[in-house]
């Protein structure tokens, strides 16, 4: 059996995860069990929801063990079965980890993908993965958009927040973004076709709480919500009568203590609704979900982007790009 590299959590982070927290090592790769195959991981998807697995604290999923590899999604190529319905050349996506070779085993969350039927086999950790699902039913099954909607978007240029403004534009909304520097709103309004874009850098919480009234001077009907911190509590002084909040995650919050919302009161004020907002509800509808994204991005109506950095060596800093804003789209780690 080859050797097999593996991105190992060695401790907890505290606040903004450092490299001591990590180490690649190089292990044998365990032998088969009846029913078990061995995968070859291509690519991993790296996301900030990867965070929260790293605390001792489970949430929506337990813990990463001390001395694990790092959990991730990931695609690959089986490369030895004892498993029926699993063969060797076989393409295969599913939750694995950052190293070289995963086991896995009839049953579980592992499933076959076919790279014919995507521009790009890494689609299947953007567009019609994770990020591309969470986008789609985040905003249509948990926003409820409506013709004529103003919706807000914050972590527009992210990979989950650029689709949620393209998706806002299909379905006939006004779609305004906020995202960190000038060539990120750049990209919002000229590469995603959002109407209005909103550089928080350098803004406190009444200068953003101006600025998104200035950008949507009849107030927001929607909040997709990646940020949290202040920018939520800027968009929440700004919503309309019956406003619905998506919840989806709360990135400047994920290395430090929580600051918590302080404007939800507004929610009774506008009688809004806040609702969270988990992927993993809607599996049973991805095929859904994939097929109604396939056809708007082969219409030219979505546009994808993906960074793709190499070498699991690089695993930290790839990941940490993430905090620091300078990933452009999905952030996905070529492992072989």
């Known amino acids: 059996m080859p050797d097999n590299r593996r991105f190992l959590l060695q401790r907890r982070p505290d606040?903004?995860?450092v490299?001591?927290?990590f180490e690649l090592v190089t292990e044998p790769t365990p032998d088969l069990a009846e029913g078990q195959f061995l995968i070859r991981n291509h690519y991993a998807s790296l996301d900030p929801a990867m965070r929260g697995w790293m605390d001792a604290e489970g949430n929506y999923m337990p813990p990463i063990p001390l001395g694990d590899p790092v959990r991730a999604s990931t695609i690959g190529v089986v490369e030895e079965?004892?498993?029926?319905?699993f063969e060797k050349g076989q393409w295969v996506m599913?939750?694995?980890a950052l190293e070289d070779y995963s086991l896995s085993q009839a049953g579980g969350f592992t499933q076959p993908i076919d790279p014919s039927l995507v521009p790009e086999v890494t689609n299947y950790l953007s567009i019609f993965g994770a990020v591309g699902m969470t986008a789609y039913f985040?905003?249509?099954?948990v926003c409820e958009p409506k013709e004529g909607d103003t919706v807000l978007v914050t972590g527009a240029a992210g990979a989950v927040g650029s689709l949620v403004g393209q998706l806002?534009?299909?379905?006939?909304?006004?779609?305004?973004?906020?995202a960190g520097g000038p060539e990120k709103c750049a990209k919002l309004t000229d590469k995603y076709g959002f109407d209005a874009a909103i550089d928080y850098k350098g803004k406190d919480e009444e200068a953003l709480t101006k600025a998104i009234a200035e950008a949507a001077?009849?107030?927001?009907?929607?909040?997709?919500?990646?940020?949290g911190g202040i920018i939520l509590d800027a968009g929440l002084m700004n919503l309309n009568l019956g406003a619905r909040v998506g919840l989806c995650g709360l990135i400047s919050e994920y290395n430090t203590d929580p600051r918590g919302a302080r404007n939800l009161w507004q929610l009774i004020v506008k009688r809004a609704s806040i609702r969270g907002l988990l992927v993993s509800d809607y599996v049973e509808r991805f095929g859904e979900g994939?097929?109604?994204m396939g056809e708007w991005a082969a219409a030219g109506k979505l546009v994808v982007e993906e960074q793709v950095d190499e070498g699991l060596e690089n695993a930290y800093d790839s990941f940490m790009r993430l905090f620091a804003g300078t990933n452009q789209g999905k952030m996905i780690l070529k492992i072989a």
């Open 94 to 96: 599913g939750l694995h």
């Open 138 to 141: 985040g905003f249509l099954e």
């Open 217 to 227: 001077p009849n107030g927001v009907d929607m909040i997709f919500e990646n940020v």
């Open 19 to 21: 490299r001591d927290d």
């Open 168 to 178: 806002a534009k299909i379905h006939g909304c006004r779609a305004v973004g906020i």
């Open 81 to 85: 079965s004892r498993a029926e319905g």
């Open 290 to 292: 994939a097929a109604k």
């Open 15 to 17: 606040g903004e995860p």
